[in-house]
Structures are given as structure tokens and as C-alpha cells.
């Protein structure tokens, strides 16, 4: 940190404020300049809030942070070295991270039954996806809107689980339901509206399975690396980032604005891997292949799809979702690019 003194502080002010430094563990190093003296803070000012120090002499003109607020989640943490986070599937171990080949997150809104969600399974296990995801508890705008099935989708989630051995990836919107999301997905998913839950990142952050933390519709990517940073402190070095669009001034035409360019200032500021979520980001179907596209070419280490066998009937987010055919095809399009960029997995045949 530098605290900038105004012109003509008095030297006896600077000395003052040297002392209250000290006392605060920090090492002050004072630069005399022509016209303003400035201080530079040696040490750990994580915890110190700018404004508050700028309070402890009229003459400080501002005070300001050269170092960002986030520790473990910044790449420098791990000496520039990108972190690759190994999940547990049924089918085997699934690496997501920037030296790895891209993972797709394929499967509807919601889990709506049985026979639905194990179709959508078989449906984008066969297309290359490795994670099924679905909603058990939904986060809708209306009270009125459907709520997700609850505990009795994550029941459905296993048996899709069983029948494909695609790892399941799905919401927890409360702490209460934290230990049963938990024991039913590989990937436990916090949601665009919670992203500043720090209670529920807390607790997501005191278990093991690795967090999806999508980013908040409205945050800046400080505020979503502070709230990655939460889960780290906690204790889970796990965390999937996901950028799933945020509110900008046109909503006319897409639901959201899909920031694909946090894709490479992510990969220089954090170490965690990426995903790209382009059905939350647009809202609509026919605009989701050339984002998901855009996105691998950017570099994302993921994607996040939404696929219903029936858009049309979904319960919720029909118009963003893709038809299974749709995805499939999507799949063959995104492998020319996953080649190119040398990401690629190829899908084995089926048995
Ligand atoms: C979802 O993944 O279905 C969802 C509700 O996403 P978001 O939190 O990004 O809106
Ligand atoms: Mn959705």
C-alpha cells in the first residue's frame, strides 16, 4: 500500500504516522519527493481497509492498494503454476484445469423426472459430455415460478448417475440442504444469486467435494475472486470458476452479456480453472454454439450447456436450452476447434 501525503505535511505528521505504521506491524518507507512526500507500506496489508487509514491523518491524500485483496486464490499463490482439480466420477477421474482437455457440463435446468433426466444423460453422455448437470433446487426470480423438486431430484440425479457414470454437477441455494446436495453431486454448484452467501461459501468451503462458483450477475471479477477466495480460506482448494453473463444496458435482445473476456484475465489473475456457462450467458438456444465456440477458442478450460429433450416443455429456461440432436451436433462443431487448440478428447464408442 501507498500513502500519499498532501502537499506541505509536516515532517513531525509523517514521523507520527511512521510510528502508528510500526505499531501495526508494518514497515513504513518514507520517498521525499519535490513537492509530496509519499509512504510506501512494506508487510501484510490484506486485512487493512484503505479508507480507514486514510482517516488517521488530515493529511494523507490517499491511500492507495498496489497489492490485490485476494491471496489464495491469485495465480501468484501457486508460483504462476495453473491448479488442476481432479474429480471423482463413477467413469473415473475428471481433470479440469488449463493444461487439460475441455469439460463439457451438459443436462437441463431442472431434473423434472426420471425418465427425462436419465434420457438427457444417455443422450449428452453419448455426445462427450463428462458431468451431467440438473436443479434440484432452483433459484427462480419468481416466487411462483417452479421451485425444483428438492431432495427428491437429487434422487433422480443418482440414478442418471448410475445409469452413465457421468458425474453430477447441481445447485445448493441453502446450508440446510448443504450435506444432501453434497452427498449427491461430484461437483456442488453455487449459484449466480448466491455468489455473496458468504455463509453458504463458508460451508461449501468446510466440505470436500470441489464448488462450481458461477459468477453474481452483477459482480465485478474482484467481488467473484474475493468470494472464490472465501471457499480457499475455509479450506477447499477446489473451486471451478464459471461466468454465466452479467446485467449490462441491453437486455432487448440477449438475456445476458457473456463476458468471454474474463476468460484470459482470470488466467492471468487465479490459478483456478475456468468454465464458460453460454445458456445462462444468452438465454437463447440459437445464439449458445458460436459462444460456446468463441469460448474454447478463448481458452476456457469448460463448458457449461443447457440440453432438454423437450425445450419447448421445459419448466424452466426452455428457450436457452438445446435439443439433444442440437447438442450433439454442437459437439462435432466444438471438436474442430478443441483440436485446433489442441483440447480435444475423443469420445470413446459406445460398448
Ligand atoms: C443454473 O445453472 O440453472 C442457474 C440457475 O444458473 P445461474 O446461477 O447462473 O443463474
Ligand atoms: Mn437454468
Redesign the pocket.
Known sequence: MIVVMKIGAPEAEVSRLGAEFEELGLSPEKIVGKTKTVIGLVGDTVDLDALQLQEMSPWIEQVLRVEKPYKRVSREYRHGEASEIAVSTPAGVVLFGEGCPIVTVAGP??VENESMIVETAHRVKAAGAKFL?G?AF???TSPYAFQGHGESALGLLDAARQATGLGIIT?VMDTADLDIVAAAADVV???????QNFSLLKKVGAQDKPVLL??G?SATIEEWLMAAEYILAAGNPNVIL?E??IRTFDRQYARNTLDLSVIPVLRSLTHLPIMI?P??GTGKAEYVPAMAMAAIAAGTDSL?I?VHPNPAKAL??GPQSLTPDRFDRLMQELSVIGKAVDRWEAVPALA
Do not use: I
Open positions: 435446468c431442472s448437470r436443479g432452483k433459484p427462480r445447485e454448484q453455487v449459484g449466480a444469486r448466491n455468489m458461477k459468477r450477475m464459471c454465466r453473463g456457462d445458456s445462462h457449461m443447457e424452466s429456461d
